[in-house]
């Protein structure tokens, strides 16, 4: 299930006149959105600070409560409900329009599933599902469907897709699996799928136990990525990373997102992320279970402050002293300090752009005549009726899975 934490989201078309406020929340369990409208002096849309929570909290108090249709709840300068809309015209949902496979010459050799061919395990975070499908040889398969419920996420599954196609088989990487299209006939791209690694990351579990190998094989990735490939990951932290004591010898630890990935030298290389310091926190990190450090912005994330302090509390099992585990961070890290990374010769191919969505039919509202237009996203209202195909995220909530009964 999706920590509720993070479940709630404060979408585009939020809207406010400094009298009446319009939240808009994406709710990542059902993937569909609500409006929330009321006075300005109750929601406080304008208050940075609040970032829509009063909208959010309106919605988690009555979800439970409305019909399933309705969309738009209004309510008064106390919070209390005093009307909903499940009107049609004002369904704050929008139409978002894919990119297609077809139009990405690059990934002509992966291979696709479609939506409809994933069944749904569990909910993991926003846009993260672990799903199953029937393998070429009719057995199950469980992945991580990394999809695309809002506009704001194509550019980074793009990204990503690209990123992990360009990427060599290796043991510690957890590599591209299919493309997820809504039909093999248009290939809109909603996602991709990865192979599901049977253990947690290293963020969820303080009591499993941190093996020295492990860390190795950390550093020789990092080295692999950094200095043959010439990527920089540029995220690494325990949370993008799973060790799983039952792989054969060598391939425990996997890497699993590489959504901020780049070659080295191009734009999107920002030497704030680099690797090196990337470990020295993920190290700390995972013994320490302290992520204090990298609270602050990534300019002020000072990687020799934590080198240099005298004790690391171990807050997690390990196969060796903590002592043993720095001794080898400082050699790792003294021996990359010795390279000079020399400038990129040739430099890297530029980044593929992200194909635009293939235009759709719409109304040129300014001459009042038939169009077509390639958008990232419009009111699914208008996008039906222009007869456009929409793809539809939705989804019942997870506590009315079978399972979670
Ligand atoms: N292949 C996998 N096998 C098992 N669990 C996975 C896998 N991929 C992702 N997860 C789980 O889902 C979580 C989120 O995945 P991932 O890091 O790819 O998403 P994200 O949206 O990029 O997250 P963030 O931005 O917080 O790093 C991971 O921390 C991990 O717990
Ligand atoms: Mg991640």
């Known amino acids: 299930m999706i920590d509720p934490?993070?479940?709630?989201?404060?979408?585009?078309?939020?809207?406010?006149?400094?009298?009446?406020?319009?939240?808009?929340?994406?709710?990542?369990?059902?993937r569909r959105h609500y409006a929330i409208r009321g006075p300005s002096s109750f929601l406080r849309l304008?208050?940075?600070?609040?970032?829509?929570?009063?909208?959010?909290?309106?919605?988690?108090?009555?979800?439970?409560?409305?019909?399933?249709?309705i969309h738009t709840l209004f309510v008064d300068a106390t919070g209390t409900l005093v009307s909903t809309s499940s009107d049609p015209e004002e369904d704050p949902q929008q139409?978002?329009?894919?990119?297609?496979?077809?139009?990405?010459?690059?990934?002509?050799?992966?291979?696709?599933?479609?939506?409809?061919?994933?069944?749904?395990?569990?909910?993991?975070?926003?846009?993260?599902?672990?799903?199953?499908?029937?393998?070429?040889?009719?057995?199950?398969?469980?992945?991580?469907f990394k999809n695309t419920p809002i506009m704001q996420f194509q550019e980074r599954r793009w990204r990503e897709i690209i990123m992990l196609h360009s990427l060599p088989t290796h043991p510690n990487i957890v590599a591209l699996d299919r493309i997820v299209v809504d039909d093999t006939t248009s290939q809109h791209i909603l996602g991709f799928t990865v192979p599901?690694?049977?253990?947690?990351?290293?963020?969820?579990?303080?009591?499993?136990?941190?093996?020295?190998?492990?860390?190795?094989?950390l550093t020789s990735l990092v080295d692999y990525l950094n200095l043959e490939l010439r990527i920089a990951n540029q995220d690494i932290a325990p949370r993008n990373l799973i060790c799983f004591e039952q792989a054969p010898a060598g391939s425990q630890l996997r890497m699993i997102d590489f959504e901020?990935?780049?070659?080295?030298?191009?734009?999107?290389?920002?030497?704030?992320?680099?690797?090196?310091?990337?470990?020295?926190?993920?190290l700390y990190e995972i013994i320490t279970l302290d992520s204090s450090y990298r609270k602050?912005?990534?300019?002020?994330?000072?990687?020799?402050?934590?080198?240099?302090?005298e004790e690391w509390p171990c807050r997690r099992p390990l196969d060796a002293e903590v002592e043993i585990f720095r001794q080898h961070l400082k050699e790792w890290v003294t021996s990359r300090q010795a390279i000079t990374m020399?400038?990129?010769?040739?430099?890297p191919p530029p980044f593929p752009a992200m194909p635009k969505p293939r235009p759709v039919a719409y109304i040129d509202f300014a001459a009042q005549q038939p169009a077509q237009i390639s958008i990232a996203q419009l009111p699914r209202v208008v996008a039906e009726e222009y007869g456009n195909y929409i793809i539809s995220w939705q989804r019942p909530p997870s506590s009315m899975r079978p399972s979670d009964s």
């Open 46 to 69: 304008a208050d940075e600070e609040r970032d829509g929570i009063d909208g959010i909290e309106v919605l988690k108090r009555y979800m439970d409560q409305i019909d399933p249709a």
């Open 95 to 144: 139409a978002i329009l894919y990119p297609s496979l077809l139009d990405a010459p690059s990934l002509q050799d992966c291979r696709m599933i479609t939506m409809t061919e994933l069944t749904e395990l569990d909910r993991i975070m926003p846009g993260i599902d672990l799903m199953s499908y029937e393998d070429d040889d009719v057995t199950a398969k469980k992945v991580i």
């Open 296 to 309: 602050v912005h990534p300019s002020e994330q000072n990687p020799d402050i934590v080198m240099n302090l």
């Open 196 to 217: 599901y690694v049977p253990a947690p990351s290293l963020d969820k579990d303080p009591t499993q136990v941190f093996r020295l190998e492990w860390f190795k094989q």
């Open 342 to 347: 020399s400038p990129t010769t040739p430099p």
């Open 260 to 282: 901020f990935s780049t070659a080295m030298g191009l734009p999107w290389h920002v030497e704030e992320f680099n690797d090196v310091k990337g470990v020295i926190f993920t």
């Open 5 to 30: 934490e993070y479940r709630f989201y404060t979408d585009n078309g939020s809207w406010t006149n400094h009298v009446e406020d319009q939240i808009v929340v994406m709710d990542f369990d059902q």
